[in-house]
């Protein structure tokens, strides 16, 4: 593993997770728990793609695990796409 892959590095590009969540409701209870994480600036979701997406900007080094967490505790999960596209 690398600091790359294990931490949303801060700046414009942000980092892409999918989620399993498909309401609306649940949609906007994932970005309240993921906007509680310290260091998190923004959560944009986009529900006309499937899987639904969340693209992550942070104003901090932030674990990917920790956004995995707080997803989790909304009852979802939340997967990080791959670094590069194949």
Same mark, same amino acid.
């Given at each position: 593993?690398?600091? %790359?892959? $294990?931490?949303v590095i801060p700046g414009n590009h942000?980092? %892409?997770? $999918?989620?399993?969540?498909t309401d609306h409701e649940d949609l906007e209870s994932i970005k309240t728990a993921i906007l509680k994480?310290?260091?998190?600036?923004?959560?944009?979701?986009d529900e006309d793609a499937?899987?639904?997406t969340i693209t992550i900007h942070t104003s901090d080094l932030v674990p990917i695990?920790?956004?995995e967490?707080?997803?989790?505790?909304t009852g979802f999960h939340a997967i990080p796409k791959s670094l590069f596209e194949l």
């Open positions: 593993m690398s600091l %790359i892959s $294990e931490n942000g980092k %892409i997770f $999918e989620t399993n969540a994480v310290d260091g998190v600036k923004d959560v944009f979701i499937f899987p639904k695990n920790e956004i967490n707080a997803v989790i505790e």
